[in-house]
């Protein structure tokens, strides 16, 4: 039976659209109620567990306060001004006493405020301006916010209020009054600790996700948390009218369309309310996004069936394919792939055969072409001479034929014809490193007669290494460069050293100038940069290394702190 043949789209399409179906059926089973109720729980527990924190938060600011106004009820020195209030003349003692007042209240003197007063206002001190408004002199009673604490005997405990002057306090959030009584319980003043609204504001946690507000169930006024200098009556909070009536109690509420949670600060009248709407998120974004989750978890078990099926279709013909790759890989060039029925897999297995023959053919000439460019870059380098040197000798050779120096001329004419027969009539391109090592010598021995004694050269040879065979013409280009760049221009005695020796598996070669060294340091820490510079030689030892060692030797110059240039090459010890 003939298989029928169809593309990739058309099956995947088929598939995909079967995948995509059956998950938007699903959309219409699923409950939206069930979706709301979870969210509206969930964001119940979290209002409430807001407002509990920020309860928590406020109530130790609180405590820690009421403490505060207990220590400075208890404070002896403050006791002794309220019962005398002529010591307030005494600069001495009073200056003591305010050192008492900010000793007890230190560190905290940008949180909060402590004042102290008498019953008859003649004594007024505090850690601020003494604010008016609490000076009994300015009241009709013996001090109309502190009238409360008369209501008790033996009136020792602190009154807590949630300031709602905005006028005249503008800064304060909640007050703390406390009496100052004699040993024999007679009231002689009060302490007043004002806790300003930033020091509510910074304990509480930013929260963008309700409303908070510190609530008063004594005054019925209510202040936003993270806006310290609004205080309103409960009628300005709609959140806060869903509660049931009558006492307040800690309890969450869903009315309405609002979240309330009410959360009891512990030893005061006040609570944490934290109120949202629901409808402040977007419930159809919400239930959309469970309902995807709930869909796409069951089409995501139908997928994995279909797709086993559509596995099937698409991995064999490609599993072959892979296989026929690697084969390639490991130089299986003679592989072909066989017919497919699905168009665009076919047309991969013809467009993989044609690839493998014409990777074939083009490693041949690729193998070709880069033998005749090696050839031909080799013999470019080789052809490069630089006249410097020939000019330098001829005028050498002519000054001493002036002065009749016979000898002198015969060992230069000598040595002249030996580099010339080294480096024009060889054509081998590498030598040893003893014929290299000759031609250098042959190279100094006509500098050291051309500039007397001022020359003087060392070596430092590893005998066993001048039988190693390395490309031509390595050594005597980097002497020449240390003479006619680094030795010439030096003012005095110029020293020249050759090493040769063994390294780490590798023969180092040094040559070493205590010339002016490079001026271009950038130049040459970037060799590759030379090859239109004056320094052509140097490039030309460069590139043959790299050519001949197949970049695996090295050529690197570096400064010597006493002064001079030193030449490293590194090559290999090739094994026989």
């Known amino acids: 039976m003939k298989k029928i043949k169809t593309s990739l789209f058309t099956r995947l399409f088929i598939y995909f659209f079967i995948l995509i179906s059956i998950p938007l059926i699903s959309f219409s089973i699923v409950s939206s109620t069930i979706a709301k109720r979870k969210i509206i729980n969930e964001l119940k527990t979290e209002v409430y567990n807001i407002g509990n924190s920020q309860a928590d938060k406020v109530h130790r600011i609180i405590e820690d306060y009421r403490h505060k106004t207990y220590q400075l009820s208890k404070t002896a ?95 304060v959030a909640i007050t703390l009054i406390r009496y100052i009584f004699d040993s024999d319980d007679n009231a002689l003043g009060y302490v007043i600790v004002d806790i300003y609204k930033n020091t509510i504001k910074e304990v509480i946690d930013e929260n963008t996700l309700t409303t908070s507000l510190l609530v008063d169930t004594d005054t019925f006024i209510a202040s936003e948390l993270d806006n310290a200098s609004e205080y309103y009556s409960f009628s300005n909070y709609p959140g806060l009218n869903i509660r049931d009536k009558g006492e307040f109690s800690e309890n969450i509420f869903y009315k309405n369309n609002y979240i309330l949670a009410l959360n ?17 998120f977007n419930n159809n974004l919400r239930e959309i996004l469970i309902l995807d989750t709930i869909s796409i978890f069951v089409g995501l078990i139908l997928s994995l069936i279909l797709a086993f099926f559509l596995g099937k279709e698409i991995t064999k013909p490609i599993g072959k394919l892979i296989k026929a790759m690697k084969r390639v890989e490991d130089g299986n060039l003679a592989i072909t792939i066989e017919d497919n029925n699905i168009y665009e897999m076919q047309d991969l297995n013809e467009n993989f055969n044609k690839m493998v023959l014409q990777l074939v053919n083009l490693i041949q000439k690729t193998k070709e072409s880069q033998k005749r460019i090696y050839e031909a870059e080799r013999e470019a380098l080789q052809s490069q001479i630089n006249p410097h040197f020939l000019f330098n000798t001829l005028n050498t050779i002519k000054s001493l034929a002036n002065i009749n120096n016979q000898e002198e001329i015969y060992t230069i004419s000598i040595k002249l014809g030996q580099l010339l027969r080294s480096s024009i009539y060889n054509k081998s391109a590498n030598c040893t490193l003893e014929k290299s090592l000759e031609l250098v010598k042959s190279y100094l021995t006509i500098q050291q007669i051309r500039f007397k004694d001022k020359l003087e050269v060392s070596y430092d040879i590893d005998e066993s290494l001048l039988d190693v065979e390395t490309p031509k013409l390595i050594l005597q280009p980097l002497v020449e460069n240390s003479i006619i760049h680094g030795l010439e221009p030096k003012i005095g005695l110029w020293f020249l050293k050759i090493s040769i020796k063994k390294a780490n598996n590798k023969i180092k070669i040094i040559i070493e100038d205590n010339g002016i060294g490079f001026e271009n340091k950038q130049v040459m820490a970037n060799l590759s940069q030379l090859e239109n510079s004056n320094h052509v030689g140097v490039f030309n030892v460069y590139k043959r290394l790299q050519l001949f060692y197949n970049n695996k030797a090295s050529l690197s110059f570096e400064d010597i702190n006493t002064g001079g240039t030193r030449a490293i090459i590194l090559i290999p010890l090739l094994e026989d």
């Open 77 to 171: 020195q403050i006791i002794e001004l309220l019962e005398n209030p002529k010591l307030t003349e005494n600069k001495a003692y009073m200056n003591e006493t305010y050192n008492q007042l900010f000793s007890t209240m230190k560190g905290d003197t940008y949180y909060a405020s402590a004042s102290i007063i008498n019953t008859t206002g003649t004594v007024r001190i505090s850690t601020h301006p003494f604010p008016e408004e609490y000076d009994i002199r300015n009241h009709s009673t013996v001090l109309d916010f502190a009238a409360p604490l008369m209501d008790s005997k033996p009136y020792t405990y602190t009154k807590i209020v949630l300031n709602n002057n905005e006028e005249k306090n503008p800064n």
């Open 264 to 280: 009891k600060i512990d030893n005061t009248n006040f609570y944490i309310a934290n109120y949202i709407k629901d409808q402040t």
